[in-house]
């Protein structure tokens, strides 16, 4: 009788999400270490402590990794910022928030600094693929809208606010201080990263977001 060989069947769903998250988190950190050009599947599986093949399993490729490695990302830092819970605070209260945030956040993920880097040498090719990093982003646009249009409407904040800019500035002034803070030290002679920096950022940070947002 002649045997049949059957392929491996897919692990039960509770092992296939553990171990999907497993590589998921040895290949974020190594494409915040290499970046996506000099990543390597064969260390990504050495350091998830699992066969190469399995990878490839449930991601067809490097560029697939990471795409979702960047998925998951955004979806972590948006998951965050709903857990402030801005619709309930005072308007100009949820702008000092987000920015607080987004410095702290930024701070303690450098590595989604990182990914960002790579995959803006990359043209941003992967996420414009990605519906759900869009999906995942808007929702954020469109609180800051309600929380504009609320200060506006209560005589607290100016007109004609765009929530996308405002995002945009809040974020870049975080992002290029830390993506830069080796450079800026050295030019200026001055460290950049102390405590005490940090906190002087982050209130000027602060000053100038407010400063733009309010009436006077």
Known sequence: MQ?????PQEPRSRDADRTQQTILAAARDEFALFGLAGARVDRIAERADINKRLIYYYFKSKD????????????????????????DMAPAQAIR????FTWEYYIAHPEFLTLLNSENLHQGRHVAMSSRV??????LIQTLAEILERGRSEGIF?????PLQ????????????????HTLSAIFGR??????????RLSHMCDVILGYV???
């Open 3 to 7: 045997s049949i060989v059957t392929p």
């Open 64 to 87: 697939d990794l990471f795409l979702a490695v960047l998925e998951n990302a955004y979806a972590h830092i948006r998951e965050a910022e709903a857990q402030l819970h801005l619709r």
């Open 97 to 100: 928030r987000l920015t607080e």
């Open 134 to 139: 869009q999906k995942t982003n808007s929702p």
């Open 158 to 162: 100016r007109g004609g606010i765009d």
């Open 166 to 181: 405002l995002y945009v500035s809040i974020a870049g002034m975080a992002y290029f201080y830390l993506s830069n803070n």
């Open 191 to 200: 460290d950049l990263m102390t405590p005490k920096a940090h906190q002087e």
């Open 214 to 216: 309010l009436r006077n």
